[in-house]
């Protein structure tokens, strides 16, 4: 999906978040930019990475950001601060490690569904906690994301009687 594309649905999407103001949450979850080999461990961004998070927060400018969640690793964090920062909120840290890794999907999905009626947030996570967290706030099975994809989002909206609906798409 052309970047173009993917600002038409937002911008439908914003548009239509006055309807759902009242009722519903909004969560985008998207995987890390791509990443710098710059340090085994904790990489960075590479410059396509820096690229691709500064198209998302121009992608997400429209959507009223109120929080963006991402892990400790600078990659997540440096995904997440372009948009934060258009938005005026801080990055809010939610580690991911191995004492926490079966359960980080289901909190993080709770704390989620727990924000107040027209909330709209930004989750960056990776390749292997992104379709858990998709799965555990719209309760459908999520697509495996293989550790070559950067390019895929999903819109999970979540009504106030606790359906959701999820969009995924590319940019």
């Known amino acids: ?70 892990t400790q690793y600078r990659r997540t964090r440096q995904t997440a601060e372009p948009a934060a920062s258009a938005a005026g909120i801080p990055v809010t840290l939610r580690p991911v490690d191995a004492a926490n890794a079966a359960t980080h999907a289901g909190d993080l999905a709770r704390e989620l569904r727990a924000l107040p009626p027209g909330s709209t947030a930004l989750v960056v996570g990776h390749s292997n906690t992104v379709p858990g967290i998709v799965e555990a706030l719209s309760g459908k099975p999520a697509m495996p994301m293989p550790e070559t994809e950067y390019d895929r989002y999903t819109v999970v909206l979540l009504d106030a009687d606790g359906a959701a609906r999820v969009i995924t798409s590319r940019y």
């Open 1 to 70: 999906m052309t970047l173009l594309r993917l600002l038409m649905l937002i911008a439908c999407l914003a548009t239509a978040l006055p309807a759902h103001a009242h009722d519903g949450i909004v969560v985008v979850v998207v995987r890390h930019a791509e990443k710098d080999d710059d340090d085994k461990v904790d990489p960075s961004l590479a410059g396509s990475g820096e690229v691709r998070a500064q198209a998302l927060a121009e992608t997400l400018a429209g959507a009223r950001l109120d929080l963006a969640i991402a």
